[in-house]
Nanobody, 120 residues
């Protein structure tokens, strides 16, 4: 059974930092691009960052370039999101996604999300 479980979401003050993690199991980690998304009430789901599992190439949304860093720990099948200089507008549910890199079997998996609240 496939599982993606996010953790690390908590209440943090503006300007603070958080590190989110997404531990995955049930699939071949190296065959999936790992991506973070977020969604705030009343807004569409927003792409945050993605990383290729073997090349480690990354891509970021313009809104988070600099403050946010995505990384993976292949040994632990885990993707992380380091979030610095947090702002109230970063408040959202953050979701982990694994998208298959194999064109013969296109599919994706989603985690349950973790709540991040940035407020004073």
């Amino acid at each position: 059974q496939v599982h993606l479980v996010e953790s690390g979401g908590v209440l943090v003050q503006p300007g603070g930092s958080l590190r989110l993690s997404c531990a995955s199991s049930g699939f071949t980690f190296s065959n999936y691009a790992m991506t973070w998304y977020r969604q705030s009430p009343g807004k569409e789901r927003e792409f945050i960052a993605t990383i290729h599992p073997t090349s480690l190439d990354t891509n970021y949304a313009d809104s988070v370039k600099g403050p946010f860093t995505i990384s993976i720990d292949k040994a632990k099948s885990t993707v992380n999101l380091q979030m610095n200089s947090l702002k109230p507008e970063d408040t959202a549910v953050y979701y982990c996604n694994g998208t298959s890199l194999l064109r013969t079997t296109p599919h994706a998996y989603w985690g349950q999300g973790t709540q991040v609240n940035v407020s004073s």
